[in-house]
């Protein structure tokens, strides 16, 4: 079980995992590591949604980005809300399943 950690964890990498949108309710700091971007696309196919509307954090594709993303997020230990994705997925404490759901819905019939 991941959710005692998370609970305690000051960020969260990430690659694809919908882990971050459990996560979005710490208002901690997020960073997709996406190292493998070309090959998760050939094996996988895109996503249904375009990024920009469902990553809330630093996007970093190789490890010296995502280095240089922690060093700045421990140099400057302000959580970076996701207010934003929070609102467009309207996540409250509540189950945030059937919201993320209908979105998602309601952006493929467009």
């Known amino acids: 079980n991941i959710y005692p950690w998370l609970a305690d964890a000051e960020t969260l990498i990430t690659d694809y995992s919908s882990i971050a949108y459990d996560f979005l ?15 998760y696309r050939k094996l996988r196919g895109h996503t249904l949604v375009s990024d920009d509307l469902f990553i809330a ?3 970093v594709f190789n490890t010296e980005q995502l280095l240089t993303v922690l060093f700045n997020i ?4 302000v959580s970076r809300p996701c207010a934003t994705l929070l609102s467009t ?7 945030s399943s059937p919201q993320i759901i209908a979105l998602v819905k309601s952006l493929n019939q467009k």
């Open 89 to 95: 997925l309207k996540i409250n404490e509540d189950l």
């Open 25 to 39: 309710l710490t208002q901690k700091p997020i960073v997709y590591f996406q190292y493998d971007l070309d090959k």
């Open 74 to 77: 421990i140099g400057h230990p």
């Open 57 to 59: 954090g630093d996007l």
